[in-house]
């Protein structure tokens, strides 16, 4: 597609249930990213991937919070045993490396709502 | 580890005001340096950008912002905003050599008539 779409654009869920939140990065972009969105917080980093090597999960805030990328494309996140804590937007970027300049390219989000 | 600290959460001017939205960062290495856009209900879209030559960069819509490397910030200005700048505005640093690029807090800037 033309840019990054992520799904489901809303989701409502109870506290304990797991969710999987899915990105899919623009066309020929080896580098993608997690960031989450909460109020009067910013962005705060999750996890980033780079073509095959090891991902950066030094974001993650609990063990509870995983994070994969299949083929080389897209990526889904998953929080598992969900707290109200996590209710947030949920924000994918991808990008070029290799002249890497730093302009992310990001989703429109996922916002989540543990009740 | 680099960081990113903007001083203002929110930011009120009238139309036609001039604006200056604050950031400051650390890191112990050479850094390069964003400003991005998020208008309400959409994406984030990169607003301008520091790598490298010039001090003084200029973005869309007519924002610009300058690095100031012994203070160590990168604010952004507009001589005059407009309604349709209404939005948040994020700062955000990479030090050279990391892939990771870390975000301030953010700065809620509204726009009165």
């Known amino acids: 597609g033309a840019g990054v779409s992520q799904s489901p654009s809303n989701k409502v869920t109870e506290k304990g249930k797991d969710v999987e939140l899915r990105c899919d990065p623009i066309?020929?972009?080896?580098?993608l990213y997690w960031y989450r969105q909460s109020l009067g917080q910013g962005l705060e980093f999750l996890i980033y991937?780079?073509?095959?090597?090891?991902?950066?999960k030094s974001g993650l805030p609990s063990d509870r919070f995983s994070a994969e990328r299949t083929g080389g494309s897209v990526s889904t996140l998953t929080i598992q045993r969900t707290q109200q804590e996590d209710s947030a937007v949920y924000l994918c970027?991808?990008?070029?490396?290799?002249?890497?300049?730093?302009?992310?390219?990001f989703g429109e989000g996922s916002r989540l709502t543990v009740l | 580890a680099q960081s990113v600290t903007q001083l203002d959460s929110q930011v009120p001017v009238f139309e036609e005001a001039p604006v200056e939205l604050r950031c400051n960062y650390s890191?112990?290495?050479?850094?390069?340096l964003f400003w991005y856009v998020q208008y309400p209900n959409q994406g984030l879209q990169l607003l301008l950008k520091?790598?490298?030559?010039?001090?003084l960069v200029k973005g869309i819509n007519g924002f610009e912002a300058e690095f100031n490397k012994s203070q160590t910030s990168f604010h952004l200005r507009k001589p005059s905003v407009h309604i349709s700048d209404t939005a948040e505005y994020f700062c955000?640093?990479?030090?050279?050599?990391?892939?990771?690029?870390?975000f301030g807090q953010g700065t809620r800037l509204t726009i009165n008539p």
């Open positions: 991937f780079q073509g095959n090597s090891a991902p950066d």
């Open positions: 955000a640093v990479r030090s050279q050599g990391a892939q990771k690029l870390v």
């Open positions: 066309s020929g972009h080896t580098a």
């Open positions: 890191s112990s290495v050479s850094v390069y």
């Open positions: 520091y790598l490298s030559g010039s001090t």
């Open positions: 970027a991808s990008t070029v490396t290799g002249g890497f300049t730093g302009e992310l390219f």
